[in-house]
C-alpha cells in the first residue's frame, strides 16, 4: 500500500492501474476507521482491482460550533488497517490541497438537503458533495462506497452522481453495528460509558419500530411517536428529529403503504448521533 499525500500522485497511480485493465473503488472516509470503514473496503476489494481510500477531515462540512477541531484523527492506526485490508492507495490530502488559495467552487443538491440533516446542519451538504466531486473528480473511480447509516447523504451523492451525469456507480453498504445494536461511528468515541450504555436506546427504539411494522403498523405518525417516546425515557439523549420518510425524495408520509425510511438524530451530552432503519417487505 502507498500512503500518499499530493492529487498528482493518485492520478499518477490511477493511471497505471487503468492501463493494467483493473477496476477502480473508492472508499470516501474522514478516518478514525472503524469497523464500518472495514466493511466498505472489504466491498471494495471483492469488487476491484484498485482500491482507494481517502482520508480527510473535510472542514467544509462542519458548521462553526461544530466539532471539526476535536474530530478524531489517528492516521498511523488508519494506515496500518488500510494496509491489514489490501488497500492500494491510501489518500491524506492536507486542506490546502483540497482547497487551494482562491478555492471557490461548490456542487449543491437542492430538495433533498433542506431537511433533515440539511436543516439542522445548515451548509453541511454543499461541503460534502463539493468534496465528493472533487475526490471522484481525482481518482476517478468505477464504483464508490458509502455506508447507509448516513442515509441522507447516500441519497444526496446519489442523486448528485445521477443528475450530473458522473460514470460511476454508488454502491450502498448495510449499516455496521456493535453486538449490542449500536450504529458504529468515529464519534462513538465521544461517549463516557454512560453515555455509551444510553446511546442504545436509538437503535432499541428503532428495533421496535421494525416490530410494529411487523405486527401490521402503516400508520407513520404511530411510528414517529412510538420512537420517540422510547428516547424520551433515557433523561440524558435528547431528541434533535425522528421521521419516517419516502426512501427517494425524503418526504415525510403519512402511510407506509410500500417502503419507508426512519431517520433518527439525537445528542447524547454533547455528542449528536444519527441512526435509521428502513421498513419494507423485507421486515415481514
Known sequence: MRLVYTIDEVRSEVRVARELGKTIGLVPTMGALHEGHLTLIRRAREQCGFVIVSVFVNPTQFGPSE?????????????????????????????????????????????????????SRPGHFRGVTTV?????????????????????????????VRDLNMPLEIVQVETVREPDGLAMSSRNSY???????????????????????????????????????????????????????????????????????????????????IDNIVLDSACK
Open 67 to 119: 466539532d471539526l477541531a476535536r474530530y478524531p484523527r489517528s492516521l498511523e492506526e488508519d494506515a496500518r488497517k488500510c494496509e491489514q485490508a489490501g488497500v492500494d492507495i491510501l489518500f491524506a490530502p492536507s486542506v490546502e490541497e483540497m482547497y487551494p488559495e482562491g478555492f471557490d467552487t461548490w456542487v449543491e443538491v437542492k430538495g433533498i438537503t433542506e431537511v433533515l440533516e440539511g436543516k
Open 191 to 273: 461517549l463516557s460509558a454512560e453515555e455509551r450504555q444510553a446511546a442504545l436506546v436509538i437503535s432499541r427504539s428503532l428495533m421496535e419500530a421494525r416490530k410494529a411494522f411487523t405486527d401490521g403498523e402503516r400508520n407513520a405518525k404511530r411510528v414517529q411517536e412510538l420512537i420517540s417516546n422510547l428516547i424520551k425515557v433515557e433523561p440524558c439523549v435528547h431528541i434533535d428529529y425522528v421521521a419516517v420518510v419516502d426512501p427517494e425524495s425524503l418526504r415525510p408520509i403519512q402511510t407506509i403503504d410500500r417502503s419507508a425510511v426512519v431517520l433518527v438524530a439525537a445528542w447524547i451530552g454533547n455528542t449528536r448521533l
Open 132 to 160: 465528493c466531486a472533487k475526490l471522484f473528480n481525482i481518482s476517478q473511480p468505477n464504483y464508490a462506497y458509502f455506508g447507509m447509516k448516513d442515509y441522507q447523504q447516500l441519497k444526496v451523492i446519489q442523486k448528485m
